[in-house]
């Protein structure tokens, strides 16, 4: 087998479309977006580029293209660990252990060139949201959007290598006709009859106010916690334009408390039940086919990619004032029928426990693993958040 570093146009194209390869007889897998996946290794539009560098391999049995894999540092990431930590992503590769491991070593060995400590993955070169961790259960089911699906068998490259799970990413599924459980009724009860707080979409608000809102409660609520960077208004804008083209605003939800935001649960459609269609190409043909299918199609599922409450409202019910509001407000849309709650860490118990309460079942898991590369540190999970 020969591991040849992607330079060429030739083989970026080879490693963008090696997972037509892999999945060729698998159902459930829906491919990614080409163009989306071409921009996270394209300098001009990543801007991880300015403080961070990445580096891309493929693997070939003779003229067959048999695996590839992605590694990156970034100052932005690496910077919230306690050691220097660098990323492995994007991995594909046939079943064969020797064939993986050529992969998986060649990308540590490249991190420890570049002074890493430790290794994540697989991880995405940039935002935790997308192309993050490893599916790990369920592989009977469409992905979600933008989230990774793979083959069952990655699980033992990763762990036989030396890898161990540094947390689970934990997906809910809930019928959005099961009423709201009684205490979830009640602490909206509660929170409502103090003054100043109201409960809204986003339905009519612009993308500016919209991104304002949003960069307000997760700096409120995450910021400066293990991990969890501020994030600039740019930032929020930026994200809001590209959910454009998918948003709802009618399940986007905002609370405040005297006109400021304090809490959030912000949903998408399921856009993978348009993108099935898509074939992962958004050419002029596959922009028609999904808008198509985004307006006239069938839609059931709802996904809700962050829900948040500023710190200093914890305890008050302003979480469960959301979930009564969207039975409430949203469920007589008719529009979905049920919800998934998606990327709740297991180190975050109170969102556990909020999915559990609310009556979500756990149907999908995926670890994000972690590999000590110097020899005088020692593995620990990720910290649970209190």
């Known amino acids: 087998m020969n591991l040849i570093r992607v330079e060429s146009k030739a083989d970026e194209s080879q490693w963008l479309n090696l997972p037509r390869y892999i999945y060729r007889n698998d159902a459930n897998w829906i491919p990614h977006i080409t163009k989306d996946i071409d921009g996270i290794f394209i300098s001009a539009k990543n801007k991880l580029f300015s403080q961070g560098k990445a580096i891309r391999w493929i693997l070939k049995d003779g003229e067959q293209i048999v695996g590839r894999i992605a590694a990156f540092v970034s100052k932005k990431y690496s910077d919230g660990q306690k050691q220097k930590t660098g990323g492995i992503g994007f991995f594909e590769c046939i079943d064969n252990k020797e064939a993986a491991f050529s992969l998986i070593d060649t990308a540590c060995k490249w991190l420890e060139g570049e002074g890493m400590q430790a290794v994540d ?26 989230m990774n699906y793979n083959p069952i068998y990655y ?26 459980q009684e205490v979830f009724v009640r602490k909206t009860n509660i929170l409502l009859t103090e003054p100043g707080y109201t409960i809204t979409s986003a339905k009519g608000k612009s993308l500016e106010q919209i991104a304002i809102d949003f960069v307000t409660v997760y700096n409120s609520a995450w910021a400066g916690l293990h991990g969890f960077k501020t994030m600039k208004l740019q930032q929020a804008r930026n994200a809001m334009k590209a959910m454009k083209q998918v948003m709802d605003k009618d399940i986007m939800v905002f609370v405040y408390h005297h006109g400021k935001p304090i809490g959030f649960y912000i949903n998408l459609p399921e856009v993978n039940e348009f993108m099935q269609h898509v074939n992962g190409n958004l050419n002029w043909w596959g922009v028609l086919k999904f808008l198509y299918y985004r307006y006239f199609g069938k839609r059931n599922t ?31 849309l008719n529009r979905y029928k049920e919800t998934i709650l998606t990327w709740i860490g297991d180190f975050n118990p109170k969102m556990i426990k909020i999915a559990e309460n609310l009556g979500a ?6 670890h994000t693993y972690r590999k000590i590369l110097d020899p005088n540190l020692t593995f620990v999970r990720h910290p649970t958040l209190g």
């Not at 079942?361 to 995926?366: D, G, I, N, P």
């Open 302 to 332: 709802m996904v809700g990619i962050v829900f948040g409450v500023d710190k200093t409202y914890h305890g008050k019910g302003v979480e469960g004032a959301m979930i009564k509001w969207t039975e409430d407000n949203i469920v007589s």
């Open 121 to 146: 993955g697989p991880i995405n070169f940039g935002e935790k949201e997308a192309y993050w961790g490893l599916l790990v259960d369920n592989f009977a089911d469409m992905g979600s959007f933008r």
């Open 155 to 180: 699980r033992a490259f990763f762990e036989d290598y030396g890898f161990h799970v540094y947390y689970a990413q934990l997906c809910y599924k809930r019928d959005l006709y099961l009423p709201a």
């Open 361 to 366: 079942e756990k149907y999908r898991t995926l």
